[in-house]
């Protein structure tokens, strides 16, 4: 992999999965490249020689954090997570508590996330909110024995199986359809969603979230307190908590919601979360600015060399 870098003539490699291929990690432990960069789904330090600059924003990687990551950090002014949908998605919908007699919580993210406190944190919500449902889906709800597993955490923490929804895989339109179901997105923690998060606000559905200690329990208010949303931010998880019994027994929230999902998109699109053009523009002069560090320490070595 190193000589296929190399003979591409790449001057700045930048790696988008991290240990989400962990097979590909190895490349770090040299320099593959000139210069070496981690973006998207690299949620903390490396601690690898290999990988020299880290891109997060100011709401993931607070100043007084810089000094304890291997890498040299490098923030955008606007969120690294900033996205457009540039894919077949299904409109958005009224929220299911303006005909239902019961008020939806629920999550897409995947079942790694989903620890015990997780589960503790969304199961005192729900008994919070008297006769609310809380829909799950991923891929590993296809099985019998892991929707049995999952209904029995939820009732051995007091909820009754018959207000836990739980869908397995589909298709990528009929997963977004299960937003359709749910009046308010929880969040996992302290592995935040990602996609999930940009895809639940795109489907008019706010995301539940608070701020975290780490950078990963911090990705999903990056793009919330970047649009409309930044009301669904708790300050820690007693108050994320706290906010979601407020939304689940508020006279008023199908009002609330209905109104915000009928401009969702179009306040998504004017803000900051989806202004991709920002993006690039913060981009540009951070390569450039790396790039320019990597030549004078190349001029450096050649000089020592001779």
């Keep these: 992999m190193t000589t296929l870098i190399r003979s591409a003539e790449i001057d700045i490699l930048v790696d988008l999965n991290a240990y989400s291929y962990e097979a590909r990690l190895g490349l770090f432990l040299r320099y593959p490249a000139p210069v070496n960069v981690a973006w998207w789904a690299m949620y903390a330090s490396s601690g690898l020689p290999g990988i020299e600059y880290l891109i997060g924003d100011e709401e993931m990687i607070r100043p007084e954090e810089m000094e304890h990551y291997s890498e040299a950090i490098r923030r955008l002014p606007v969120s690294y997570l900033t996205f457009t949908m540039d894919y077949p998605v299904p409109p958005v919908v009224a929220p299911p508590c303006a005909s239902n007699d019961y008020f939806t919580f629920g999550s897409l993210v995947t079942p790694y996330k989903i620890t015990p406190q997780v ?3 969304w199961c005192e919500i729900v008994r919070g909110v008297p006769h609310s449902h809380l829909v799950l889906a991923n891929q590993t709800r296809k099985s019998p024995n892991n929707r049995a ?3 029995g955490q939820f009732e ?3 909820i009754d199986s018959e207000r836990i929804e739980l ?6 339109a009929t997963y977004l359809h299960h937003y359709d179901r749910i009046d308010v997105a929880l969040d996992s923690f302290p592995y935040n969603g990602g996609t999930t998060t940009m895809e639940a606000m795109w489907q008019g559905v706010p995301v539940l979230t608070f701020d975290g200690d780490r950078w990963i329990s911090r990705t999903s208010q990056s793009l919330l307190r970047r649009c409309h949303l930044g009301a669904f931010v708790g300050n820690d998880l007693a108050d994320m908590v706290q906010r979601g019994v407020h939304w ?3 006279t008023k929230a ?3 919601l209905a ?3 009928s401009d969702m998109r179009s306040k998504l699109s004017g803000s900051s979360a989806c202004d991709t053009p920002a993006l690039a523009r913060g981009m540009e002069p951070l390569y450039s600015q790396v790039w320019g560090r990597a030549q004078r320490r190349i001029r450096q070595q050649t000089q020592a060399g001779c």
Aim: hydrophobic share 15%; proline share 4%; glycine share 12%.
């Design 119 to 121: 589960m503790d944190a």
């Design 149 to 151: 597993y999952v209904r």
């Design 156 to 158: 051995r923490r007091g």
């Design 167 to 172: 869908h397995g895989p589909s298709d990528h």
């Design 248 to 250: 689940g027994r508020s």
């Design 254 to 256: 199908h009002q609330e």
């Design 259 to 261: 109104r915000l999902r």
